[in-house]
């Protein structure tokens, strides 16, 4: 990429780094905005009214570097260290799977399920930078929100959101997806586990270079960690408590019978903004079930 002179205006800098990143990214414009938005601190709405603005010479120069990363494949969520969801921005890291707007639904279905009135029990597993767990809280006040998860760094970012947003009703439990809920029942358990196949064709190399292994892929089958939550949420629902899973666009057939063979009622998917089903929840009906 040349580079940038300090008589350089934000829209040749954003039409040059565009080209290159033409190349490598089908949102390449849009990449290149979020990034001259990161450096500069103005926004998108900014550059498009004052194209001719004229960039300092140390904003441009950073700017080439964050693009140099985003041509290499780097994710334009962890270069910025945030991301937007459900209007809330995260911080965000390799530590974390980055938030995607799909992973909005299972916020919806569990949402669907709690009354704004109500004092209920969540459990988020697996919570990453906290998306779920966080998005539920900040829209149920009184619920009691637990975000889990196993690795230790994923929690502390967690943390760092959970202070960001001010929400006084979430905490954080170290363990493996139920584990940590010993003795306890929940009114909605919610997950986004990792359920892609060891071998999976589909998985996009940048994919699996940056973001964490451990929060993409299950296991050989990808069922391996959905297994793990179906068979264990019983003992850890209360009655009519609901279990509300988000999985691959081509599993959720086998996600039902499994959530029936199990004995969940009321089983249903769900479809995203492209029409794929993309979550499935079930209810429990109160049978005795230990733990």
Known sequence: MPAVKSSQTVSDALHTATMLLSRSSPSARLDAELLLEYVTGLSRTNFRANPERELPANAGWSFQQLVKRR????????????????SLLFEVSPAVLIPRPETELVVERA???I????????????????????????ERPRAAVTAIDASKDALELASRNIARLQ?????????????????????????????IAQDDPD???????FEPVMALISGRTGFEALDTIIRDAPAHLN???????EHGWKQADAVRKRLVRAGFVHVRSHADLARHERVTEGQWPGLAVGG
């Open 111 to 113: 949402l669907a399920h």
């Open 167 to 195: 929400l006084t009703n979430v905490s954080l439990l170290h363990g493996s997806w139920l584990d940590p809920l010993v003795g306890r029942r929940c009114d909605v358990i919610a997950s986004n586990p990792p359920y």
């Open 71 to 86: 041509s290499q494949g780097e994710p334009v969520a962890y270069i910025r260290q945030q991301q937007e969801f459900w």
């Open 239 to 245: 009655k009519d408590g609901w279990l509300v899973l």
């Open 203 to 209: 998985l996009a190399p940048d994919v699996r270079r």
């Open 115 to 138: 009354n704004k009135e109500d004092a209920v029990q969540v459990a988020d597993l697996g919570t990453g930078s906290g998306a779920i767990a966080l998005a539920i809280a900040s």
